[in-house]
């Protein structure tokens, strides 16, 4: 495989504002820069979908009603939203870049949401002020040292016997730049050293369509695969009409429903791409 270069923190804070800049004028929902970035919507809504059920799965003992629930990298605020219809009492949403902030502020004006700019390893708020902080595809995001910090302060926040969720990347094979995989135990053991101890995972995004497309181009393509994924999804973006390619990963993606629908019953979660981890913040810790 070829060598990976990762983003740079400053790179990477321009990265989302550059994403946010391009897509949320043609995909004002945000799927586009919140889900598989830069691919468009009809793509995405297939990842939020299954998404919506691991959440679903993945936290379906925990009472949801009446919580103050902190939402790390909220993006346009998708899971605010989530939790709020599940009966949260306030969600805290924050995230690093102002437009897709702007977006979220506008789509969910809901009494008991708030937005604010922060970065999730520096957290303006008091220790123990949360029930659950969520984290869906943000720590993957940051480097190793950020991830630690990150969960250090996510830890501090939470109440004592309060939950963390985390959705984030396991699959070490991924290469795009603007992503730092860990394997699950190396998840694990980072958030045991912040107090936060696992009660359950699931699997996300098994994709064995689109992964062995993705495995097929980086054969044909050699050491361009990167250059050729970004090529398909300026074309996906820019061209929704139906050519010949377009046509082809629309029809993976068809496929792909029932597949995953039965993957997200039936397979492992180490098979999948993401793994959602349910953790609690020891009782005795503060
Ligand atoms: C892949 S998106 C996921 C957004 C959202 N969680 C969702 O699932 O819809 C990752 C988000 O993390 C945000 N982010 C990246 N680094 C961050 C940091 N240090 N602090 C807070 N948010 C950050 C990005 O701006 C982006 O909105």
Redesign the pocket.
């Known amino acids: 495989m070829e060598a990976t270069e990762r983003l740079r923190p400053a790179d990477?804070r321009r990265y989302?504002e550059r994403l946010s800049d391009q897509m949320l004028k043609v995909d004002p929902q945000g799927l586009s820069?919140?889900?598989f970035?830069g691919m468009p919507p009809w793509f995405n809504r297939f990842l939020d979908r299954y998404?919506r059920r691991a959440l679903k799965n993945l936290v379906q003992d925990i009472d949801l009603r009446g919580l103050r629930v902190l939402?790390?990298?909220?993006?346009?605020g998708?899971?605010a939203e989530w939790y709020l219809q599940r009966g949260a009492r306030q969600v805290v949403g924050?995230?690093?870049?102002g437009k897709?902030l702007l977006t979220a502020r506008e789509r969910h004006n809901e009494v008991g949401v708030v937005f604010e700019r922060?970065?999730?390893?520096c957290l303006a708020f008091s220790g123990s002020s949360f029930d659950l902080v969520n984290?869906?595809?943000?720590l993957q995001?940051?480097n190793r040292p950020?991830k630690e910090h990150?969960l250090a302060e996510m830890s501090r926040v939470l109440r004592p016997g309060g939950h963390a969720v985390l959705f984030e990347l396991t699959d070490l094979k991924d290469d795009a730049p603007h992503v730092f995989p860990e394997e699950r135990a190396a998840w694990l053991q980072m958030a045991r050293r912040h107090r936060l101890y696992p009660l359950r995972t699931v699997g996300e995004q098994y994709i064995p369509l689109l992964r062995a497309a993705r495995g097929t181009l980086r054969f044909l393509a050699r050491g361009e695969s990167r250059g050729r994924i970004d090529a398909i999804k300026e074309h996906a973006m820019a061209r929704p009409t139906l050519d010949a390619s377009m046509l082809f990963l629309r029809m993976l993606v068809m496929m792909s429903y029932p597949i995953e629908e039965i993957a997200q019953r039936c397979a492992p979660a180490r098979g999948a791409k993401i793994t959602g981890f349910l953790l609690r913040k020891h009782e005795g810790a503060r």
Do not use: N
């Not at 924050?94 to 870049?97: F, H, K, N, S």
């Not at 922060?118 to 390893?121: R, T």
């Open positions: 990477l989302w820069v919140t889900c970035a998404q939402d790390v990298g909220t993006g346009v998708r899971w924050i995230d690093v870049e897709r922060m970065s999730v390893d984290s869906i595809t943000v995001h940051v950020m990150a």
